[in-house]
């Protein structure tokens, strides 16, 4: 339901320049974090996010953020503040990264900040949240997967924890976290960038308020939600209504034999404007750091309708959440969890099976919309990496790195995105720069490249693998968690798109023989021994034999896929080859090969 106009509501061109002004605050935030930030998780993958909401914990402005920090999350976790501390004073700040209410996963230390105008009433939120290198867990990573409950994962967990009063940090909370945080002096940095974030979107939204008045700002917001609602109700409206139910499941993990199954149930009512993800039907919370909080479970399904719609003018605020119901039931491993349930993993592998089947679903029920899935995520390419640095004094070091993961799935109008890392970040956070992590870290990045042949096959296609090599330089030796998903079960396509390419990791030792590794473990590298990760590869959206040949040449010609499956799966006939960069079409021997309606063949 849309609220009535406010009488201070501005007109076209004033919402529009308070929403820009709005936008820039946000950036002001991020650009903080990115360029004062100590550790490679936020100043190179960029894994961190800003959000402005109002008073009443509605999310207004995100500006570039992670969707699986941002669409529902900063809402619960302000409510939280707010129903620890009612009274919110200037100069208040809350450290808060508790899964049970409201965060995404314990690594995900969040900044909030009431923003308290002259007379002492509460206008506004800024939240900056930041994933941790470390967060106090058990072992050196900052997600544990294979923990049977939160007890065992061991993170420092804060529910809405006031860290400053009057603009003093509570020292108190400071040597908690720096005797118990592997790196200190790394965390320390971070901590002073994300608290610089808030406190810049603090001193702005102050600033505006004296400059418009906060009446003006109130209206605006309110505004702004119907305006973004009005957006959502045109989008949803060129859908067609259906109901459809999908299945996925997580691979088979440590004392889960048959893996973790997710249902989805997508029900779309054009004519009513309104989406209903239903999650009820799924297991209980279950003995692993899988598990999703309410707000990685709202989050996730709302990724999936807002990558289905392809329409960027819909603005990703509560004003447009107005239309997405999604149901969630507690204790369950896609829902509401129930403490002790360990969340450390909350932001990614189970989140993907939601976010993957609401995309297909809505692929199914409506053409020309929805995506293929995205490949599944966390391979030994994007593994967390700690050890001592024997070229810096042997001080202690650990970061998660995002060296190789690609995973983009097909869409009705794209090709994958190579660099999405996977669909809950939506390509917020970015590969690494080879040169920065190897000057970062005592590491030595031998290989990384496309896999040729592993792309979901489509009219269009999904985002190839890529493969990398790595261990330790220097001498010292290198330790490595990482969870992968995706090793048994591909991204699947979707409207005749085939499935995309599986997870590996593997481990080559001194002597260049290669053994395999399981798909979730901890390995501690010696000199001259390597790790060896193949990320998942996207699935394909529609028919492969549709595709637009010189697509098919394009990818030819980069070493993506071989003459063999240009001609096989896509039915593409060439004349030329790589070698002599004369690569043509045969129109003839293409006609002949697509009439004869060749089979979809699996990525290998």
């Known amino acids: 339901m849309t609220s009535s106009p406010s009488k201070n509501a501005p007109d076209g061109v004033q919402m529009a320049m308070i929403s820009s002004r709005m936008e820039t605050i946000a950036r002001k935030m991020q650009n903080t974090i990115f360029r004062t ?15 402005v909401l109002t008073a009443d914990c509605q999310m207004l402005s995100a500006a570039e953020s992670l969707p699986n920090h941002t669409l529902i999350g900063p809402d619960l976790m302000c409510q939280a503040v707010l129903k620890h501390h009612p009274i919110m004073k200037r100069g208040d700040c809350f ?25 002492g009433v509460l206008r506004f939120f800024v939240l900056a949240k930041a994933h941790q290198a470390d967060c106090g867990n058990s072992r050196p990573s900052t997600y544990l997967a294979d923990v049977k409950d939160v007890y065992e994962e061991g993170a420092l967990i804060f529910s809405a924890t006031k860290i400053q009063e009057d603009y003093r940090t509570n020292q108190d909370i400071v040597r908690m976290c720096e005797s118990r945080i592997r790196v200190p002096d790394q965390w ?58 999908l299945h996925s499941a997580h691979d088979p993990f440590l004392g889960l034999p048959d893996g973790i199954p997710v249902k989805v149930e997508v029900e779309i009512d ?23 909080t309410e707000a990685t479970s709202k989050s996730a399904a709302m990724i999936g309708i807002f990558n289905a719609l392809l329409d960027h003018r819909v603005i990703p605020n509560s004003g447009s959440f107005r239309r997405i119901d999604v149901r969630l039931r507690e204790n369950c491993c896609v829902g509401i969890p129930r403490h002790p349930a360990s969340c450390s993993v909350a932001t990614t592998n189970l989140a993907d099976h939601v976010t993957n089947p609401v995309q297909r679903a809505i692929a199914e029920l409506s053409a020309g919309y929805g995506q293929a899935a995205t490949g599944p995520i966390q391979p030994p390419g994007m593994g967390v990496i700690s050890g001592r640095d024997p070229h810096n004094k042997d001080e202690p070091f650990i970061n998660q790195v995002h060296i190789g993961v690609s995973g983009g799935a097909g869409t009705p ?30 590491i030595l990045i031998d290989d990384r490249h496309l896999i040729e042949d592993s792309e979901g096959a489509g009219t269009y296609r999904g985002a190839p693998s890529i493969y990398s090599e790595y261990g330790p330089w220097g001498g010292s030796e290198l330790t490595i968690l990482y969870a992968a998903d995706g090793t048994v079960t591909p991204a699947a396509g979707t409207r005749g798109g085939g499935s995309g390419g599986t997870c590996r990791a593997a481990m080559r030792k001194v002597d260049g023989s290669v053994v395999e590794l399981p798909p979730c473990h901890g390995i501690t590298l010696k000199a001259g021994e390597k790790i060896i990760s193949h990320s998942a590869s996207g699935g394909g959206y529609g028919v492969p034999t549709e595709r637009d040949p010189a697509r098919v040449i394009h990818d030819l010609a980069e070493g993506w896929i071989s003459l063999e499956r240009a001609r096989d799966v896509y039915g593409v006939a060439v004349v030329g080859s790589r070698a002599t960069d004369d690569l043509a079409l045969d129109p003839v021997g293409t006609e002949k090969l697509r009439s004869k309606g060749r089979p979809l063949a699996a990525a290998s």
Not at 95 to 119: K, T, W
Not at 270 to 292: K, S, Y
Not at 420 to 440: F, K, P, Q, T, W
């Open 37 to 51: 930030a100590r550790s490679g998780i936020l100043n190179t993958a960029h894994d961190f996010s800003c959000v």
């Open 95 to 119: 450290l808060h990264n508790s899964p049970y209410e409201g965060n995404s996963h314990a690594a995900d230390h969040c900044m909030i900040v009431p923003v308290v105008d002259d007379g």
């Open 188 to 245: 320390w940095g971070d901590f002073l960038a994300t608290l610089g974030s808030v406190r810049i979107g603090e001193r702005e939204l102050l600033a505006l308020g004296d400059e418009l008045g906060w009446d003006a700002l109130e209206g605006y917001a309110s505004r702004w939600f119907d305006y973004s609602e009005q957006k959502m109700i045109q989008a949803i409206s060129k859908l067609t209504t259906g109901k459809i139910t």
């Open 270 to 292: 054009a004519e009513n404007a309104r989406i209903t993800v239903d999650l009820t039907d799924n297991p209980d919370c279950q003995p692993c750091g899988l598990n999703l």
């Open 413 to 442: 109008v794209t090709d994958g995105f190579l660099s999405i890392i996977h669909a809950g970040n939506a390509g917020m956070c970015r590969i690494d720069s080879v040169e920065v992590d190897e000057l970062h870290h005592p």
